[in-house]
């Protein structure tokens, strides 16, 4: 088992950045893949960036190149995701996600947290 606990939300004006970081703890040795979706109202969770533990690439949404970077740290079991250039149309639910992409193939949510953009 896996718990996640997401930290970094809030509210942020149009252009400004926030980070976001989620902290895993249980067994984590399953684990490869570590990132963020989210979730605006009324709309279907989406991918916004996902990292590899064990060398570290990246797979970002259209939504976040050039804007988002996510990072991990291994020793602490914690990925984070720097947000620049928000914008309103980035309001929504953040959730943390781990997986295990190898099979049997499993995943984690964290509980989410919310960041709110104003123009």
């Known amino acids: 088992q896996v718990q996640l606990v997401e930290s970094g939300g809030g509210l942020v004006e149009s252009g400004g950045s926030l980070k976001l970081s989620c902290t895993a703890s249980?067994?984590?040795?399953?684990?490869?893949?570590m990132g963020w979706y989210r979730q605006a109202p009324g709309r279907q969770r989406e991918l916004v960036a996902l990292i590899r533990r064990i060398d570290g690439a990246t797979d970002y949404a259209d939504l976040a190149k050039d804007r988002f970077i996510i990072s991990v740290d291994n020793a602490k079991n914690t990925v984070n995701l720097q947000m620049n250039t928000l914008k309103p149309e980035d309001t929504a639910v953040y959730y943390c996600n781990v997986q295990r992409t190898l099979f049997p193939q499993f995943t984690y949510w964290g509980q989410g947290t919310q960041i709110t953009v104003s123009s």
């Open positions: 249980g067994d984590m040795s399953f684990i490869d893949v």
